[in-house]
């Protein structure tokens, strides 16, 4: 799967800075940022599972409902925690984040404001979460700006928090729109053909995909197939569209 995606960038003439970094060889960098952390007693144990939560929540707000975390093991007893593990609950560690009011200003989205709650640094069956990894991973490899999917917008809060409470320069954002499928939904493999090695089975070529992203972004007219030097000269952050993009597998 690396592989395929790697040959996908280099196939629309996409490169990157370094060498290739992988999650699961920075083990070591994620549990040292837990370490320092749950020195600082900012963690906790958490035994709630994703159906129980579910259950307690019941009034969301930014988060979806599923990932809102209500404080449920917060304040358990040693005993209480004990009791859980013995029942064979192994925990995931969840951050004291108390609530905590973040907000920043995105370069699409304009200024935004989130409340944070407890979320998950290291999940249950020892695995970093995303969260974690994340913010890690950024400040190590020093990204100044962040630049995503719009339907990441409601975590980044929780990332900005993290960034400060492990002394780590909080990058910049801009979340992008999603390019939809033609039932308003986010592009997925339900919608038919849409990875490259789909679209080269039907016959087209990857500076078509590649002609096709640059006119979404207001970067290409039609029947033009720019290359990415092209495009490089012609790109400005501050004329990218703030509505999502449709495709239709089908055309």
């Known amino acids: 799967m690396e592989e395929a995606q790697l040959a996908d960038l280099r196939s629309l003439g996409l490169d990157w800075d370094g060498p290739v970094v992988r999650q699961s060889e920075r083990m070591g960098l994620y549990e040292k940022a837990i370490s320092r952390l749950d020195g600082e007693g900012l963690l906790y144990p958490c035994y709630c599972t994703r159906r129980e939560i579910r259950a307690a929540v019941s009034a969301p707000?930014?988060?979806?409902?599923?990932?809102?975390?209500p404080g449920t093991c917060r304040g358990l007893t040693k005993a209480e925690r004990a009791e859980r593990e013995a029942s064979g609950r192994a925990p995931a560690l969840r951050?004291?984040?108390?609530?905590?009011?973040?907000?920043?200003?995105d370069r699409l989205l304009g200024r935004q404001e989130g409340?944070?709650?407890?979320?998950?640094?290291?999940r249950n069956?020892?695995?970093p979460a995303y969260q974690l990894a994340v913010v890690v991973d950024d400040a190590e490899q020093g990204i100044g700006e962040v630049v995503r999917g719009d339907?990441?917008?409601?975590?980044?809060?929780?990332?900005?928090?993290?960034?400060?409470?492990?002394?780590?320069?909080?990058?910049?954002?801009?979340?992008?729109?999603?390019?939809?499928?033609?039932?308003?939904?986010?592009?997925?493999?339900r919608h038919g053909a849409v990875t490259l090695e789909d679209r080269a089975m039907h016959g087209e070529e990857q500076d078509q995909v590649l002609a096709w992203m640059?006119?979404?972004?207001?970067?290409?007219?039609?029947?033009?197939?720019?290359?990415?030097?092209?495009?490089?000269?012609?790109?400005?952050?501050?004329?990218?569209?703030?509505?999502?993009?449709?495709?239709?597998?089908?055309?």
Do not use: C
């Open 115 to 122: 409340e944070t709650d407890d979320f998950v640094l290291r």
């Open 214 to 251: 640059a006119r979404s972004l207001g970067l290409a007219e039609a029947g033009e197939r720019p290359g990415v030097e092209d495009l490089l000269d012609r790109f400005d952050p501050e004329k990218l569209p703030t509505e999502p993009t449709v495709w239709d597998p089908g055309n």
């Open 61 to 69: 707000h930014g988060i979806p409902a599923a990932d809102r975390y």
């Open 125 to 127: 069956d020892g695995a």
């Open 151 to 189: 339907d990441l917008a409601d975590s980044t809060p929780r990332q900005i928090l993290l960034a400060r409470l492990l002394g780590l320069p909080v990058p910049r954002y801009a979340h992008v729109p999603l390019v939809l499928g033609p039932d308003g939904t986010r592009l997925a493999k």
């Open 95 to 105: 951050v004291r984040a108390e609530g905590a009011r973040i907000s920043f200003q």
